[in-house]
């Protein structure tokens, strides 16, 4: 099917010399080219300022701003810097009159296929309700090539595309831990559908959450998961799922996170809506894995 919608798209980039090379060839040469690719440089410190130059000096649909960086953060400064991005590519759009209908964020740390955009606006195409969509993502581990596992319903943060009526109803991007997961979660409230479609891949040069080390990441996760308002016997359930995955020790930096947000930070996300999702939707799961078990 032909696609006639356009789409614009963000990238936060923080120290990825090594990955926006790779990045910026799938992007390029995308079957539908984005009408606006605005690049977010988080205070990089390598040779990306230089790369992320001459890619805005060859196209003139490439734009490179500028932020006040800091250590790399998964977790409010990284939302802090996706929200700046998509907000920033709206107003771009709004005073140049680039019309778009789609809007994506891919972080700087993958590789595209070259249908990528072509395969999933053409999903958005076929459900008017769609709201977020991402792809799956794959890494290499020696020579194989993983998939990283989720449910189908929900959209991965940095691969990611929203239809554009999703986004402003949806206030933008929340500022939050795993800010991504809120975004699906405000979008279901607001009666849209999500979807991670497996036959869209985007290729990771390093597996998720692991830019700074899997036990970083992994405790990140559980600091998030105190934040949102995860039911803890569902933490639980996933601290044994983690020390029962390769490496092991992430379910400890899991709980290690959880604990911290506990004694630590002890706030948790305002948006009560939100967290009455998740204690609903553990409550559910709960029940359905209680069924099987007496079964």
């Not at 090379?21 to 390029?28: G, N, V």
């Not at 830019?211 to 569902?234: V, W």
């Not at 490496?247 to 706030?267: N, Q, T």
Request: with cysteine; proline share 3%; hydrophobic share 35%.
């Amino acid at each position: 099917m032909a696609i006639e919608s356009g789409y614009i798209l963000i990238t936060p980039c923080k120290n990825e010399e090594k990955s926006l090379p790779e990045l910026a060839d799938s992007i390029i040469n995308q079957t539908i080219t984005p009408k606006l690719w605005l690049i977010v440089n988080d205070n990089s410190t390598d040779n990306s300022v230089k790369i992320l130059r001459d890619i805005e000096t060859k196209y003139s649909w490439v734009r490179v701003v500028a932020s006040e960086g800091q250590e790399r953060d998964l977790s409010f400064h990284y939302a802090k810097i996706v929200r700046y991005g998509l907000s920033l590519s709206m107003n771009i759009s709004s005073t140049e009159k680039i019309s778009f209908e789609y809007i994506g964020l891919i972080d700087a740390d993958m590789i595209l296929e070259k249908n990528f955009f072509e395969k999933i606006i053409g999903r958005f195409e076929q459900d008017p309700r769609l709201g977020v969509a991402s792809g799956s993502t794959a890494y290499f581990e020696a020579d194989n090539l993983i998939t990283e596992k989720g449910r189908d319903n929900l959209p991965i943060g940095g691969l990611r595309v929203w239809k554009r009526e999703c986004l402003i109803e949806t206030g933008v991007f929340p500022i939050s831990y795993s800010a991504d997961s809120v975004s699906n979660v405000l979008a279901v409230l607001h009666g849209w559908n999500t979807k991670k479609f497996e036959d869209i891949v985007g290729i990771q040069t390093r597996r998720t959450g692991s830019a700074e080390g899997l036990r970083k990441g992994y405790r990140t996760k559980g600091e998030s998961d105190y934040y949102r308002d995860y039911h803890p016997i569902y933490v639980l359930f996933k601290f044994v799922k983690y020390t029962s995955t390769h490496p092991f020790y992430i379910g400890i930096a899991y709980m290690e996170g959880y604990i911290k947000g506990i004694v630590k930070i002890k706030k948790k996300i305002s948006i009560p809506e939100v967290r009455q999702y998740y204690r609903k939707k553990h409550i559910e799961i709960g029940r359905y894995y209680a069924g099987k078990f007496k079964r």
